[in-house]
């Protein structure tokens, strides 16, 4: 079965510094595509960035950059140059690829990120 | 803005009392689905839908729950004879099977439906 575990329940970091969140997957499915979602207080899921299983590099979106591990099975979040409004509940989640690209996601538990001031 | 919404936001109810909560997908977004997350948790998949289609059902998804799309378009979940345990926030999201039509791989998620059983 696949799962996505997060293993910081919770991490500080100090503004403007970078901060790297954890991530490990495991399925048995050679296509699959990794995702992190922000979460902040007011409960709304926000996309961040997504790398599938065949990218060869890896994903980028602006401050957001996954380091892509495929050999052991992770798939960290570095946040750089952090800022006060970073500051959410970031989860990990893994779509199964079907035929028709659209599989449900599967989330880890989540780590809650505090920026300090 | 035409992004995913739910109503209600909030919804208080007594034990036993039946509850439907409403998705509204991105149009032109062909992929529903809904999530139920429970505080401090990451959010469960539930059910999707193509179209019209309901394609997946979780096992969470017990007997007293059932989703509809009529017309492939917005999406009801109803809770029958719900108890204390269904107190979750509901997520709904959509996606799109056509490039071109949003970023391919994404989910797009709706602000979630908060429930809480008395």
């Known amino acids: 079965a696949q799962k996505i575990t997060q293993t910081q329940p919770g991490m500080f970091v100090q503004e403007k510094e970078a901060v790297t969140l954890d991530c490990t997957y495991d399925?048995?499915?050679?296509?699959?595509?990794l995702f992190w979602y922000k979460q902040p207080s007011s409960g709304e899921m926000i996309f961040l960035i997504y790398q599938g299983s065949y990218d060869q590099q890896n994903a980028t979106e602006g401050r957001y950059s996954l380091n892509f591990q495929k050999a052991r099975k992770s798939a960290n979040l570095v946040i750089s140059a952090s800022q006060l409004g970073d500051s959410a509940m970031y989860f990990c989640?893994?779509?199964?690829?079907?035929?028709?690209?659209?599989?449900?996601?599967?989330f880890g538990q989540g780590t809650e990120l505090s920026v300090k001031p | 803005d035409t992004g995913v919404s739910q109503d209600p936001r909030h919804k208080i109810t007594k034990r036993g009392q039946n509850v439907t909560f409403r998705c509204d997908p991105i149009s032109e977004h062909n992929r529903l689905y809904w999530y139920r997350q429970t505080l401090g948790q990451g959010p469960e998949f539930l059910t999707y839908?193509?179209?019209?289609?309901?394609?997946?059902k979780s096992r969470l998804l017990s007997d007293r729950f059932s989703a509809e799309r009529p017309k492939g378009s917005f999406s009801t979940l109803e809770i029958q004879r719900t108890e204390q345990g269904d107190s979750a926030m509901y997520l709904c999201?959509?996606?799109?099977?056509?490039?071109?039509?949003?970023?391919?791989?994404?989910?797009?998620f709706g602000p979630g439906t908060r429930l809480t059983v008395t």
């Open positions: 839908f193509q179209n019209e289609a309901q394609l997946e």
């Open positions: 999201a959509s996606s799109s099977l056509k490039p071109g039509t949003g970023n391919y791989h994404e989910q797009y």
């Open positions: 399925t048995s499915d050679p296509s699959y595509g």
């Open positions: 989640a893994m779509r199964e690829v079907t035929y028709n690209q659209g599989g449900k996601l599967i």
